[in-house]
């Protein structure tokens, strides 16, 4: 019997501009943000169980290799999520919400 040695695709495909692990809803930023606190490719799948542990591996070894560009990535992510956040702080703010729920709390018998 031979082993025959094969590249195997990368597991991380890009939906929306978000790139995912293994064909899973589990972002690449989910991933290397608990990967960076420590946590095992097992611990990652036992957190995350639609995870495969062979898809784990092979996204931190791209992660690996490519840490230049996973970085900008994510800060490219980062920059975006604080973006939105500061949009929707603008168009519904929270202490107006809060105060009309208060009020209508009040209103209620």
């Known amino acids: 019997m031979t082993l025959a040695i094969v590249a195997e695709p990368v597991p991380l495909t890009l939906h929306d501009g978000v790139v995912r692990v293994g064909g899973t809803r589990v972002t690449l930023d989910t991933l290397v943000a ?34 230049g560009e996973v970085e900008a990535y994510l800060q490219q992510r980062q920059q975006q999520s604080e973006q939105i956040r500061a949009s929707n702080q603008t168009r519904f703010d929270p202490q107006g919400l809060r105060d009309r729920l208060l009020a209508r709390k009040i209103e209620q018998p």
């Open 34 to 67: 608990v990967f960076r606190q420590g946590a095992t490719p097992e611990e990652l799948v036992h957190r995350y169980p639609s995870l495969k542990l062979g898809d784990v591996y092979g996204a931190i070894a791209f992660y690996l290799h490519h840490q």
